[in-house]
Structures are given as C-alpha cells and as structure tokens.
C-alpha cells in the first residue's frame, strides 16, 4: 500500500451530530414535502416560483440547487415539519 491508500483506509467516516440535515438529500426533501403538501401547498407555504408555476421535482431541484436562499427555506420547512 502507499502513502494515499493508507491514509484512505484510516480516515474515520466524518460526522455532523449538530446537522440534522446530515446526510439527507434534497431530492428525499422534496419529495417528502411534496406528499405532504402537493405543488400547491407547497407554493403556499414557499413562496417561490419553482412551486407555482408548472412544478415538476426535476425543476424544481434544477432551482434549488442553484438557489441557496430558496433551498434554505425548504429546508426549514422540512424540518419544521418532520423534525421529532
């Protein structure tokens, strides 16, 4: 083995235990919010475009992946929403 493999091998896996969002991805977000609400709901609570006009999850992904304030909004609702 070389230098790069064994430092590969030993590296622990990092961990975020002050993240709740951890791990969880936006897709698995979205459409959770999306049973919850629909496209209307969802417009209703996130006041954004992606979700009033001809929604559809690969848009609405396109656009909160290159949004960070709208992608923090949803975040927050999902946590709001399915936190324990």
Same mark, same amino acid.
């Given at each position: 083995? +070389? @230098?790069?493999?064994?430092?590969?091998? @030993? @590296? $622990?896996? @990092?961990? #975020?235990? +002050?993240?709740?969002?951890?791990? &969880? =991805?936006?897709?698995?977000?979205?459409? #959770?919010?999306?049973l919850e609400y629909g496209? $209307?709901?969802?417009?209703? $609570? &996130? +006041?954004?475009?992606? %979700?009033?006009?001809?929604?559809?999850?690969k848009s609405s992904l396109?656009?909160? =992946?290159?949004?960070?304030?709208? =992608?923090?909004? &949803? $975040?927050?609702?999902?946590?709001?929403? %399915?936190?324990?």
């Amino acid at each position: 083995m +070389n @230098k790069l493999t064994d430092r590969i091998i @030993k @590296k $622990e896996p @990092k961990t #975020q235990p +002050n993240n709740p969002l951890h791990g &969880v =991805r936006l897709d698995f977000i979205l459409n #959770q919010l999306f049973l919850e609400y629909g496209w $209307e709901g969802l417009a209703k $609570e &996130v +006041n954004i475009n992606c %979700f009033k006009s001809n929604p559809t999850t690969k848009s609405s992904l396109t656009f909160l =992946r290159k949004t960070p304030w709208a =992608r923090v909004k &949803v $975040e927050k609702l999902y946590l709001q929403v %399915f936190s324990k």
